[in-house]
T-cell receptor, first 115, second 112 residues
Framework: DAGVIQSPRHEVTEMGQEVTLRCKPI?????LFWYRQTMMRGLELLIY????????DSGMPEDRFSAKMPNASFSTLKIQPSEPRDSAVYFC?????????????FGPGTRLTVT | KQEVTQIPAALSVPEGENLVLNCSFT??????LQWFRQDPGKGLTSLLL?????REQTSGRLNASLDKSSGRSTLYIAASQPGDSATYLC???????????FGKGTMLLVSP
């Protein structure tokens, strides 16, 4: 298995632009998580899905952030409009079972820079 | 709100030393605790998961202990190697099962 796949690996954009981050979880996994990592705040959960259904989006910082999971093999995290404070590394992770009880497998991350 | 603290923030040791990384959490009502490894420019890799009813878990040269009542966990690395150089994060799953709370990590450098 190729593991969790994220694209792009690096994204540089200007303030106000729309940014879309993509994630392909490990085949057969039932849960998908989006995290954001910054030096100041560390790693924070943004949203997670069980069986393609959003369960908890309380970590999404603002309405500018939205996430979708149209099917079991694909998810997107969109920021519109982007701001410099959104600069961070965004990780996607998947888990073979629903919820947080089991090991999560992380993708390599997308480093986002908003100028 | 759960808070997870890791001390030290950075650690540099010569190869071969045994070392201990510390993790503390403010709310002892946890379901489990995990230790992760993060290499530069890469995602996290799960190392050990300790259920709240367990005291420790071992994998190779790694041993993680959990003292839930005092809100502490340690990760012991025996006979450290340069390949162990990475950032180590701990994360706790609170008893409400709603989210993992991560520490900011300890950056470890093992020099040959």
């Amino acid at each position: 298995d190729a593991g969790v796949i994220q694209s792009p690996r690096h994204e540089v954009t200007e303030m106000g632009q729309e940014v879309t981050l993509r994630c392909k979880p490990i085949s057969g996994h039932n849960s998908l998580f989006w995290y954001r990592q910054t030096m100041m705040r560390g790693l924070e959960l943004l949203i997670y899905f069980n069986n393609n259904v959003p369960i908890d989006d309380s970590g999404m910082p603002e309405d500018r952030f939205s996430a979708k999971m149209p099917n079991a093999s694909f998810s997107t995290l969109k920021i519109q409009p982007s701001e410099p404070r959104d600069s961070a590394v965004y990780f996607c992770a998947s888990s073979p079972r629903t919820g947080f009880f089991y090991e999560q497998y992380f993708g390599p991350g997308t480093r986002l820079t908003v100028t | 709100k759960q808070e997870v603290t890791q001390i030290p923030a950075a650690l540099s040791v010569p190869e071969g030393e045994n070392l201990v990384l510390n993790c503390s959490f403010t709310d002892s009502a946890i379901y489990n605790l995990q230790w992760f490894r993060q290499d530069p420019g890469k995602g996290l890799t799960s190392l050990l998961l300790i259920q709240s009813s367990q005291r420790e878990q071992t994998s190779g040269r790694l041993n993680a202990s959990l003292d839930k009542s005092s809100g502490r966990s340690t990760l012991y690395i025996a006979a450290s190697q340069p390949g162990d150089s990475a950032t180590y994060l701990c994360a706790v799953l609170n008893s409400g099962y709603s989210t993992l709370t991560f520490g900011k990590g300890t950056m470890l450098l093992v020099s040959p």
